[in-house]
């Protein structure tokens, strides 16, 4: 992997023309956003098809059930708009349904676009076609979510198995090493929880046991439901491994909601949880958090790494995102006590375009 360090305040004050990689993260107002994240490219690269005219690039959304998933579309809109003498977005949503996505897809691939971005439901369904598209010379991309395999043209997004590590040793370092956890995953199935939950354990220390794994779809609502069923079922709970911060916040608040103690618990960029732990962690000693971002910024990546190869550039076939670990050290840092708990804080969009989309 050849990295390369980005300080996303400086790029985001940059004009249209300046590059990291040859690839822009411009805005035109600064945004307050986590600014030491990293992106890996590898050395294996991806060659570009130089194609002229009006581009239309699809993206199939594999559902848009959470608030990440609005703001990455909202990133997404505002980078077409700012480019709509070059392309048209064409978007469609899966809504959870893997067999609509692929329908999705398909139906993309007839209305012949010149490059195809995917958020997989499944990381395995998609693969026959993204390989469809990908030999009709679409430009694929998957990005945020893994697809197994190699039948894409580039792929952008954090690396799931690492920020499950990293997640997990700080959920069996709060803890001493001991104690009994429930760990809450996204949508059922899906191959980024299966990795995160993977390198999330091998930094279990053998006094950690877990009581159980369930589904939450990354939704707090839903999390809150499936947690308050862990409570009955478990008298003793020391600890909640989570992959999103919704899911985490549900948790917690079922926790508070059988007067149970509130305890360290993990997740991501998800505003709420951060104002959770805020308002929170004066009366709960052993709470603590710690979470690392997913980028809602990626989509734009994305976007303008399909530009970049159908103007016949090169780009990696890798991009990875490594974000940094929010904790109860420098979670002020980040939180926006201001904005809905919805928000998720490592994004382009300005606080008062994220006040208008949640209003």
Excluded: H
């Excluded at 877990?210 to 947690?227: G, I, P, R, T």
């Excluded at 916040?249 to 959770?276: C, E, I, S």
């Amino acid at each position: 992997m050849t990295e390369y360090t980005i300080d996303r305040r400086k790029l985001l004050m940059m004009g249209a023309g300046a590059a990291i990689g040859s690839l822009t993260l411009a805005r035109g107002a600064l945004a307050d956003v986590i600014s030491n994240a990293k992106i890996e490219g590898s050395a294996d690269m991806a060659n570009g098809t130089q194609k002229s005219g009006k581009m239309r690039i699809g993206f199939s959304n594999g559902f848009s059930g959470n608030t990440w998933r609005t703001q990455n579309l909202a990133s997404m809109q505002t980078e077409a708009a700012a480019n709509k003498d070059k392309y048209d977005l064409i978007t469609v949503d899966g809504q959870g349904d893997i067999t609509k996505q692929v329908n999705d897809i398909e139906d993309l691939i007839a209305q012949n676009v010149d490059a195809l971005l995917v958020i997989p439901n499944s990381g395995t369904a998609v693969v026959p076609a993204l390989r469809k598209a990908t030999r009709a010379g679409i430009i694929t991309i998957p990005f945020n979510l893994p697809v197994e395999g190699d039948n894409w043209t580039a792929f952008i997004g954090t690396d799931p198995k690492k920020k499950g590590a990293t997640t997990g040793k700080f959920l069996n370092d709060a803890l001493g090493g001991k104690g009994k956890i429930v760990a809450l995953g996204g949508l059922p199935g899906n191959s980024y929880t299966a990795e995160c939950w993977a390198g999330a354990q091998t930094q279990f220390g053998s006094g950690i046991e877990v009581l159980a794994f369930k589904d939450a779809s990354w939704q707090e609502d839903k999390a809150k439901v499936v947690m308050a069923d862990l409570i009955a079922a478990y008298p003793q709970i020391d600890g909640i491994w989570c992959d999103g911060g919704q899911d985490a916040a549900g948790g917690l608040k079922a926790l508070m909601a059988a007067n149970r103690p509130l305890v360290p618990a993990t997740g991501d960029d998800y505003n709420g949880l951060l104002k959770l732990y805020d308002a929170q962690k004066a009366a709960n000693p052993k709470f603590k958090i710690g979470c690392v971002s997913e980028p809602s910024w990626e989509g734009v990546v994305a976007l303008r790494t399909a530009m970049k190869l159908l103007s016949g550039q090169d780009a990696p076939r890798r991009q990875i995102i490594s974000p940094v670990l929010m904790d109860d050290s420098n979670y002020s840092q980040f939180i926006k006590k201001d904005l809905p708990d919805g928000v998720f804080v490592d994004t382009l969009l300005t606080d008062d375009e994220l006040k208008k989309l949640f209003s």
